[in-house]
């Protein structure tokens, strides 16, 4: 057969096929015209050495396979010498992942610390730099409008629901004791080694999450004095990704993970899809006495929110009840 046609039954190039020949893995007959004449054993000769060599073996080290083909085996690898290069070509991949994995780790570290270099973990002195960075939001960001999805939350009792928080344990939101409790759900939080979803920018009430975080974190001792009794955080985030926010930012309040989106299950807490993920939409909860006592929905801007809640804690003290 003609070269065009060996390569097309191997599913290569001509090209590859000369190449092949040059190392001498294949040797054609040549014809009285002085044209080479490919065989059905080329074209599997071809055919075995492409597939070693998509494994990871190079085209030189395909030879003991070729040559127990030669041997007239059924297979390439029926040989002790077959065998060999298998194991030959594991160490050699073996050897390659190790150094990849140790470079890996090297280039990870570098991005951490670069990316956390000007950060409040990072170093000393960095906090007006690091606030600024993480309260400044871009000035044309979309804002949320109010759909209603919030609009059956105030008055329900909060149901039964154990979440993980960053401190290790549990928080049972239907049993948060006396006083008022703020639950501010968010999407999700970013990193500085990480990047946030493509287009995230440009959602209404996606934006912010830092920001907000850090709002609480500033106002958290107001919102105590103002009756607050318990402040989280709480999105889809696991736990572990939650407790590097917690640590970066230095929050004084636990993150809460609702991987299972409990709270939309059995509250119906709206939700939203971004970059093919559900995650919750930005809606902050009054709870008290085992109930939804106010919502704030749609929240924004973000960077401020926590004034706001603070704002309403001290325009609606909450009053013990009276003894009868």
Request: glycine share 8%; net charge negative; aromatic share 6%.
């Given at each position: 057969?003609?070269?065009?046609?060996?390569?097309?039954?191997?599913?290569?190039?001509?090209?590859?096929?000369?190449?092949?020949?040059?190392?001498?893995?294949i040797a054609p007959a040549r014809l009285a015209n002085g044209y080479?004449?490919?065989?059905?054993?080329?074209?599997?000769?071809?055919?075995?050495?492409?597939?070693?060599?998509?494994?990871?073996?190079?085209?030189?080290?395909?030879?003991?396979?070729?040559?127990?083909?030669?041997?007239?085996?059924?297979?390439?690898?029926?040989?002790?010498?077959?065998?060999?290069?298998?194991?030959?070509?594991?160490?050699?991949?073996?050897?390659?992942?190790?150094?990849?994995?140790?470079?890996?780790?090297?280039?990870?570290?570098?991005?951490?610390?670069?990316?956390?270099?000007?950060?409040?973990?990072?170093?000393?002195?960095?906090?007006?730099?690091?606030?600024?960075?993480?309260?400044?939001?871009?000035?044309?960001?979309?804002?949320?409008?109010?759909?209603?999805?919030?609009?059956?939350?105030?008055?329900?009792?909060?149901?039964?629901?154990?979440?993980?928080?960053?401190?290790?344990?549990?928080?049972?939101?239907?049993?948060?004791?006396?006083?008022?409790?703020?639950?501010?759900?968010?999407?999700?939080?970013?990193?500085?080694?990480?990047?946030?979803?493509?287009?995230?920018?440009?959602?209404?009430?996606?934006?912010?999450?830092?920001?907000?975080?850090?709002?609480?974190?500033?106002?958290?001792?107001?919102?105590?004095?103002?009756?607050?009794?318990?402040?989280?955080?709480?999105?889809?985030?696991?736990?572990?990704?939650?407790?590097?926010?917690?640590?970066?930012?230095?929050?004084?309040?636990?993150?809460?993970?609702?991987?299972?989106?409990?709270?939309?299950?059995?509250?119906?807490?709206?939700?939203?899809?971004?970059?093919?993920?559900?995650?919750?939409?930005?809606?902050?909860?009054?709870?008290?006495?085992?109930?939804?006592?106010?919502?704030?929905?749609?929240?924004?801007?973000?960077?401020?929110?926590?004034?706001?809640?603070?704002?309403?804690?001290?325009?609606n003290p909450a009053h013990p009840p009276r003894a009868s």
């Amino acid at each position: 057969m003609r070269i065009s046609e060996i390569a097309r039954r191997a599913g290569v190039t001509t090209k590859t096929v000369r190449y092949y020949e040059s190392l001498g893995l294949i040797a054609p007959a040549r014809l009285a015209n002085g044209y080479r004449d490919y065989s059905e054993h080329d074209a599997r000769m071809v055919r075995e050495a492409r597939e070693l060599n998509r494994l990871g073996i190079p085209v030189e080290r395909t030879r003991p396979f070729l040559a127990c083909l030669a041997d007239g085996r059924d297979h390439a690898d029926d040989c002790p010498s077959s065998l060999a290069g298998y194991r030959e070509a594991i160490d050699d991949l073996t050897l390659r992942i190790e150094e990849l994995t140790a470079r890996r780790s090297v280039l990870a570290q570098h991005l951490h610390e670069a990316a956390h270099r000007n950060s409040r973990a990072g170093r000393a002195g960095a906090e007006e730099d690091t606030v600024s960075h993480l309260t400044d939001l871009p000035a044309d960001l979309p804002v949320p409008e109010d759909d209603g999805a919030a609009a059956h939350l105030p008055g329900r009792p909060v149901p039964d629901v154990e979440l993980p928080d960053t401190t290790g344990g549990t928080v049972a939101l239907g049993a948060l004791g006396e006083g008022r409790s703020i639950v501010y759900c968010y999407p999700l939080t970013g990193r500085p080694d990480t990047d946030l979803p493509e287009g995230w920018n440009t959602i209404p009430g996606a934006r912010g999450c830092t920001s907000e975080a850090c709002g609480f974190r500033d106002h958290h001792d107001d919102l105590h004095a103002a009756g607050a009794a318990h402040v989280f955080g709480l999105s889809s985030q696991d736990t572990t990704y939650q407790q590097e926010v917690v640590d970066r930012l230095r929050l004084p309040f636990p993150m809460l993970s609702d991987p299972g989106f409990q709270l939309a299950a059995t509250l119906g807490v709206p939700t939203f899809e971004a970059a093919g993920a559900t995650l919750y939409r930005r809606i902050t909860l009054v709870i008290r006495d085992g109930g939804i006592e106010h919502v704030f929905y749609p929240v924004f801007p973000p960077n401020t929110h926590a004034q706001q809640v603070l704002e309403w804690l001290r325009d609606n003290p909450a009053h013990p009840p009276r003894a009868s």
